[in-house]
C-alpha cells in the first residue's frame, strides 16, 4: 500500500518527532517512516537536561512518547519501520518500508546518529556480558560493582552520573586530557565522590571469557590492566547517513550538508537532528531542528521556490 502526503519524515527521535509534529499543525498531511524505535537513543536516557519546561529534566522514555502522541493527534501516519530507500519520483519523492511506501512533496531526513564502537579485540563478543551503551538498563544490576565508562563527552558523563547513583565506582576514561561537553555535566563528574578520571587512556582490549573482568589500557606508551565488570562505550557518533549518500551532499565527516534553513542540495529535501552537519547534539537543538525543517518544507510547498544559500 502506498501513501501519498506532503511531508515525510524519515527518523523517529525527537527531531523526526518535532518535524512531523510541526509539518502536521502546519496543516501539511504528514507521514513518519520511525526506523522501528520511535525516540531512538533518547529512549534509554534516564535524564536530559537542557530541554525547555523541564527544570529538573525529563526522562527520554517520557519525552519522547509524550511527543509521540501530540503527533498522533495532529494526524501524523507512522510507519513502525525502517526506510529502506529514498529516490525521486518525477516532483516527489519515493520512500520504501516493510510497513508500506510513501510518495511525498518533500522530506526531512532525521536519521539521528549511531554511538560509534571502540573497535578493539574483546567487544563484540562480550556485548550484554558486560559491554553495554544503556547506563539506565543496566545500572541496577551492578550495585557496589566497578564499572568503567569511555569518552568524556555528553554522553559518556551522563552514563556516568547514571551509573554512580548505583555501582559502587565509576572509572571515566578519556583519551584528551579534558572532558569534553556541557559545563554543568564536566563540574558534577569532576567532583562527585563515586566517579574517578583518568585522561590520556585508550581503551586497546577488552578481557573477559564469559563476562568482561578487565581492559587492557594503553597510556602514554604504557599499558595495564583495569579491572572492571562492566564497560560503556560512548567514544563518539556516526551519522545515520547512508539513505541519502547518493542523492545529497555530505561533508568531510559523513554528516549531511545543509544550509541555515536545513535545506540540503537535493530540492525539496531538509535534514535535521544529529545526522546534519553543524548539529548541536542536544535534545533541545534537534527538537528545534525539526520544528525549523519542517517549517522551511512549508513555505517550499506553498512557493514552489528552492533558494538554498550555498554560503553554508
Known amino acids: 500500500m502506498t501513501s501519498e502526503v506532503d511531508i515525510v519524515v524519515i527518523g ?9 509534529l510541526t509539518s502536521a499543525r502546519l496543516g501539511r498531511r504528514t507521514a513518519l517512516v520511525t526506523g522501528g524505535l520511535v525516540g531512538g ?3 534509554s536516557i534516564e535524564k536530559i537536561e537542557g530541554v525547555p519546561g523541564f527544570p529538573d529534566g525529563v526522562p ?15 494526524g501524523v501516519e507512522f510507519l513502525n ?12 519523492w519515493s520512500v520504501t518500508s516493510a510497513e508500506g511506501d510513501v510518495v511525498a512533496r518533500a522530506v526531512v531526513i532525521a536519521t539521528g546518529s549511531t554511538i560509534s564502537k571502540l573497535g578493539v579485540p574483546g567487544e563484540d563478543r562480550l556485548v550484554g556480558k558486560g559491554v553495554s551503551q544503556c547506563a539506565s538498563c543496566d545500572a541496577p ?21 547514571t551509573l554512580a547513583e548505583h555501582v559502587g565506582k565509576v572509572v571515566l576514561l578519556e583519551r584528551g586530557d579534558a572532558l569534553r561537553g556541557q559545563a554543568s ?35 602514554g606508551g604504557a599499558e595495564s590492566e583495569l579491572a ?21 551532499t555530505l561533508d568531510a565527516s559523513g554528516h549531511v550538508a545543509v544550509d541555515a534553513a536545513l535545506r540540503t542540495s537535493a530540492r525539496g529535501v531538509c535534514a535535521a537532528g544529529n ?22 518544507l512549508d513555505r517550499y510547498l506553498a512557493s514552489g521556490e528552492w533558494r538554498r544559500d550555498e554560503r553554508n
Open 12 to 20: 523517529g527521535g525527537i527531531a523526526g518527532l518535532s518535524a512531523a
Open 41 to 43: 537513543q533518547l529512549v
Open 60 to 74: 527520554g522514555y517520557d519525552l519522547c512518547p509524550m511527543t509521540q502522541e501530540q503527533s498522533a493527534a495532529a
Open 81 to 92: 519501520a525502517a526506510a529502506d530507500s529514498l529516490a525521486p519520483d518525477g516532483e516527489r
Open 141 to 161: 544490576l551492578l550495585r557496589n560493582r566497578t564499572t568503567v565508562v569511555v569518552g568524556g563527552g555528553d554522553s559518556g558523563m551522563q552514563e556516568a552520573l
Open 185 to 219: 555535566y564536566r563540574d558534577r563528574v569532576s567532583s562527585h565522590p563515586k566517579i574517578e578520571l583518568r585522561f590520556g587512556a585508550v581503551v586497546a582490549e577488552i578481557l573477559g571469557d564469559d563476562a568482561v573482568r578487565a581492559l587492557r589500557i594503553e597510556n
Open 228 to 248: 572492571t565488570d562492566a564497560v560503556f562505550a560512548f567514544p563518539g557518533l556516526v551519522p545515520n547517513a547512508d539513505l541519502v549518500r547518493e542523492l545529497a
Open 275 to 296: 545526522v546534519r552537519a553543524g548539529s548541536s547534539n542536544r535534545a533541545a537543538g534537534a527538537m528545534g531542528d525539526g520544528a525549523a525543517a519542517a517549517t522551511t
